[in-house]
């Protein structure tokens, strides 16, 4: 028998990381109309704290922290106070690469806080996994790794490389922890706004759909990744982006 709504997660723990972005915030309401308990994480504190201002504090806490370094993942996740069901990993840094062989940056930042911090989130929750049934490691991409960003060379490749690193996080932690990524195209955060300012009439143009994506609905396919109807998904990388990479 499937779980009725709202309760399918009641009284387990889920982190959610970069929660105070667009696609977090609506992942938060997600897994709390579902009945879990939250450890929401992100360096911005007063994004956190207007999160929690709209959800209620009812099994909600906070954390602040960039996550910059393996101690400070594993310092996050101690603070959901006990073994964990889920990580939905968000967090994440978009920023322009103008190809300048004098300045380094922009490579080794994407890289650090797109794809060493999910290796390094991955590997301290491992072993604070709630695994009575499996438990979820959902990861995020791009379509960015698929069509590649012109202008965001460092970002495309930060976001191929979760794709391979989910791959592998799923034959080295089954049966225990199901892992899969989600890759998102133009969906209406704060993240993407430089881009759709940019095409401005033309940002739909490629899209099927016609339209950019909702956080919400981004944050449905979070949710089934982490619910027991996708108990035999793992290593998989779901694309949410209207047909954009169909176009």
């Not at 997660?9 to 915030?25: D, E, P």
């Not at 959800?55 to 393996?70: E, K």
């Not at 310092?75 to 380094?104: N, T």
């Amino acid at each position: 028998m499937p779980a009725p709504i709202g309760s399918e997660f009641a009284g387990r723990r889920v982190v959610i990381t970069g929660a105070a972005g667009g696609i977090g915030r609506a992942a938060t309401r997600a897994f709390l109309e579902a009945g879990a308990h939250v450890l929401l994480i992100d360096k911005d504190d007063a994004g956190l704290a207007e999160l929690r201002g709209s959800v209620g504090g009812a099994r909600v806490a906070l954390w602040r922290s960039d996550l910059a370094t393996p101690a400070a993942c594993a310092e996050a996740l101690d603070k959901a106070g006990g073994l964990i069901y889920a990580l939905v990993h968000l967090a994440g840094l978009f920023e322009a690469d103008a190809l300048d062989p004098s300045d380094h940056g922009v490579w080794d930042r994407a890289i650090g806080v797109n794809l060493t911090t999910a290796y390094d989130m991955a590997v301290a929750f491992a072993p604070r996994a709630e695994t009575a049934e499996p438990a979820r490691i959902v990861l995020t991409s791009s379509v960015a790794f698929r069509r590649g960003a012109g202008d965001y060379a460092a970002y495309s490749a930060a976001k191929g490389g979760i794709v391979g690193l989910t791959r592998a996080l799923a034959r080295r932690l089954a049966p225990g922890i199901l892992v899969n990524a989600i890759a998102p195209g133009l969906i209406d955060t704060r993240m993407a706004a430089p881009v759709l300012a940019a095409r401005g009439e033309n940002a739909t143009a490629g899209i099927p759909l016609r339209r950019i994506g909702r956080p919400e609905e981004v944050a449905g396919v979070i949710r089934f990744l982490c619910a027991r109807d996708s108990s035999y998904v793992t290593g998989q990388t779901i694309t949410v982006d209207g047909g954009m990479t169909n176009a």
